[in-house]
């Protein structure tokens, strides 16, 4: 009876022993001391529990445990080799192998999958696993490579943020709202229509509206209006927008394809809000595999609609 898990390194130095007929040569063909490589050998028949070998003065020979054991320890020898060698060839090119990767529920259907699409169609040894969730992810906790998250990230420590592009926020509306309806002009003329809110999942808190004058003088105005219902899901608010239900400030990258279809209609535009970024966050280089920053590469050369 095994009194613990054979050694993958024993095995390798019984059947050196084996294939070339001493311990004095396998331990030159190893790279090892005779002493080290008797000590292997004994330690293995330690841990199996059998006598592998008849020892005399002048040679080594396999008893009849050592001849049942020498068929499973080479294949599990050569089984090693193998996967190292595969294992090693995928680290080398970073080509090969799963990225793990977290976004938001919107953001991730919205853009991120079709470019995710594109990246696999050009790289058909990398596996995608898209975690979509309006949570924060701890990358290292949940063996996550890649976040992409929007807005400020500072408390976040421990990770590396890097920017993927900004994107301004609009305020939009369905023709069916808006018909019969006066077109607000100013923020202020906002309190006169229904309103779709957002609340911040993280915090709670309903998203205030931030306006920039027209003209560029840096003057902001930023209010929280009045809301006829709040969700917090951005995808949600926005589909609530489409079917007529009030105004919704959105992320162009989130309503551009509605807005291209007429479903929504940009109001204030000369009212734009400050542009926003979407960032890249990842732990330390060193523990994310090469694949990865391959991904980063092509995702920054494709900055969805409205970004910049």
């Known amino acids: 009876m095994l009194d613990s898990e054979l050694s993958l390194s024993q095995l390798r130095c019984f059947v050196a022993v084996v294939d070339f007929g001493s311990l004095t040569e396998a331990a030159r063909q190893l790279g090892m001391s005779p002493a080290s490589m008797s000590k292997a050998v004994t330690r293995l028949e330690q841990t199996s529990g059998v006598k ?23 294949e599990a020898v ?4 193998v996967f190292s060698k595969s294992a090693g060839a995928r680290h080398q090119d ?15 259907r919205e853009v991120l999958t079709p470019l995710l699409a594109e990246f696999g169609r ?35 420590p421990g990770h590396l943020q890097s920017l993927w592009f900004k994107f301004p926020w609009v305020v939009c509306a ?52 009045e809301a006829a219902m709040i969700f917090d899901d951005g995808a949600s608010a926005a589909l609530a927008g489409i079917q007529g239900a009030g105004l919704i400030a959105a992320p162009l990258w ?8 007429g479903h929504l209609v940009e109001l204030l535009g000369d009212w734009r809000a400050p542009a926003a970024p979407i960032s890249f966050l990842r732990r330390e280089r060193h523990l994310v595999p090469e694949r990865v920053d391959k991904l980063i ?12």
């Open 52 to 74: 592998l070998f008849h020892r005399s003065t002048h040679a080594l020979s396999l008893s009849q445990d050592g001849e049942r054991l020498v068929s499973a320890a080479r």
């Open 254 to 261: 989130l309503v551009a394809g509605a807005l291209e279809a």
């Open 78 to 81: 050569r089984a090693a080799s």
């Open 297 to 308: 590469a092509f995702l920054r050369a494709r900055p969805p609609l409205g970004g910049d």
């Open 174 to 225: 369905a023709p069916q709202y808006l018909r019969g309806k006066p077109l607000p002009l100013h923020p202020e003329d906002i309190a006169q229509h229904r309103v779709i809110g957002f609340r911040n999942p993280h915090n709670g808190q309903v998203r205030a509206w931030t306006f920039c004058r027209p003209g560029g003088d840096g003057e902001e105005i930023r209010m929280v209006p």
């Open 94 to 108: 970073g080509s090969s192998g799963w990225i793990r990767i977290t976004a938001a529920v919107g953001f991730a």
């Open 122 to 156: 050009e790289h058909p040894t990398v596996r995608i696993d898209l975690r979509a969730t309006n949570e924060l992810v701890d990358l290292a906790r949940d063996g996550v490579d890649l976040a992409i998250r929007s807005g400020s990230l500072s408390d976040l």
